[in-house]
């Protein structure tokens, strides 16, 4: 997340979480950054979400606080004005507008911020930033809730023969969070690129196949969810002024980015010990690949199978099925890995032996072809466990 | 199911299930009876279903026959003429059109019916037709898959002085069931009413609050669900010909009916410990209303937090939130039995303790009121919990 020029980060403990862990990390830019950002849908919006949206519509941002361990969501005035005094305090410390610091909670919901822990933290973090590896890994520990690893990626791309350097952290939302923890993705770029390619670049990165909104750990969508991409301009690179394609390489490495994140999130779910990747070819249409392949990853029945390694795929065209989208059983094809199992309106003969250990691999693809179209999509989701009933059931607020 | 003049039923065992439990079901009208229908809406419907379709649309029916241990579905066009035979089989018995028989199935998807079990299975309870606890019994028995217990009920009403009686089994979709159990419904009546009429009260009456189409188990609908309603016409209650007050007092205990099987599948989902009746009041709309109670109780954050009696009713905001209706956070109140906990944008101070009182109750009301219209909605949802996982996990096709 430092790795592109003029990026600072940090992370520490300011007490929030009675664990001791750490909940509040800092990410600092040199100069104003143009800024992307995607929030949630939910129509409850947490209260730094409600803040974050106005902030990030002037597309500038010089720096992101988030703390873990409290969402601030469904707080009220008085929540609101917390994050905003959050980005006072860090915009005092940087030497830029308060507005252009968007700030973002995550953990519990319902309760306010202690902000006399929050503030002090603020000041303690804003003398520690730094850029490298232990910067970055401070402040991807920092936003965790019930991860259990930090969530980093970077990748580089040439732009006319000079290196462009993109670097993003994220937290996941548990298998079923037991206080909803969300989505948060805070990613950096040096590349010189204005502000409507920067923000149709992350509208096209979040819906790409097996991006951010191609992931399902449950099927909760967060008050606090939240994707920022920030660039400083700082590098080398020939500026990004129109499509093109130095535009489509970088949205290559950003939709690359993007898919690593959610990547980590998928597999990082609570108790998951599968990944399900579900392909959905030749749809009558983009969105109703999207709806059946969602409908598919989503199904309890899907996932509990996948977890107990049962190759029992009734419940994918069933699935499939109720998904509202475009379906005809006489030419669908389904595949579990590569092995057919369903075609011609009817089962195929299949070795259930060997559909077992498809079943049972770390991984398991699964392919519904239509045949009705050219819409496509590739989503992943993740199975089903008793972990996750220990998680959320047994927590208690 | 027997209690409305003009129907037998029985019900046994034909060797489709492995454990030995009965799995053959058998009703039969002494004359042929007025039909409405309402099936699934998965696109991929089982060969019953498509078959059932056009043998419903006729309005006439004599017979239903219903074997469990196999759903008969996506099983192509063999499974399709099986069920052809299976109406064929009881139409010869009974001397009537085959088209005027319906065949359901319910248990595991993608496997063929054993018809040499089958046929055979029909000509033996064919000469046990009976009527009575007993017969009403053994039926509902042999629809059972996962089902802890056998689920009917029946009511009476009085029209023009005259009572009409109305008797209904059904089986229940487990909490996830291993081989995507079904939900099934027979209704019989002796009530003489029209075919448009009798086709509108089931409509309303399966869309009724908490009814059929106001429950949810898990998110998986299935491509067998089944509701039939038969009308023999014997009461000496005088006919209903339209809408009126015999008509609403006929749908009124139809409602009832309907209500009360729903109540028991949901009861006895798997592994299920507590209701969960969700009440949405003063949504700008019906369809908004739905949509919320149906995302509410749906949520498997909301369900694990109801296993676990834990009080965390940000996961409620969250999840109206996301449902897709209209909700202003501002105007909405939030309870559970009668304690508020949300109002005017933020969190009510609480007794965290009484709440968990609540929350550990058999059946746990949650009450969303959102201020902004006349639409409302009472969903049935269920806990989930760890025999959840066991069932539908460690249970192998």
Known sequence: MTAPRGFRAAGGICGIKKSGKPDLALIV??????????????????????????????????????????????????????????????????????????????????????????????????????DGARADAAAARAIMTTDLVPKATFRQVKIGGKTVTLGGVCKGSGMIAPNMATMLAFITTDADITLPLLRAALRDAVNADASFNRISVDTDTSPSDTVLLMASGLSDAKPIRKRGPEYARFCDALNEVCRDLAYQIISDGEGVAHVIRVRVERAKTNPDALRIARTVADSPLVKTAVHGGDPNWGRLTAAAGRAGASIRAEKLVVRIGNVTVYR????????????????????????LQLNLGAGSCEFLGCDLGREYITINADYHT
Not at 116 to 128: F, N, R, W
């Open 29 to 130: 830019a040199d100069t104003p950054c143009r800024v992307a950002a995607v929030f949630t849908t939910n129509r409850i919006p947490s209260e730094p979400v409600q803040l974050g949206r106005r902030h990030a519509a002037s597309g500038r941002c010089q720096a992101i606080v988030c703390n873990s361990g409290c969402a601030n969501a469904s707080t009220g005035k008085r929540g609101y004005d917390n994050a905003v005094k959050m980005c006072k305090r860090v915009a005092k410390h940087v030497g830029c507008d308060p507005r252009h610091v968007i700030a973002c909670s995550t953990g519990v919901i319902g309760h306010q911020l202690p902000m006399d822990k929050v503030l002090p933290g603020i000041d303690t973090l804003s003398a520690q930033l730094g």
């Open 344 to 367: 011609n309106g009817r089962p195929t003969n299949v070795d259930l032996a060997r559909l077992e250990r498809l079943m049972k691999q770390d991984e398991v693809t699964i392919t």
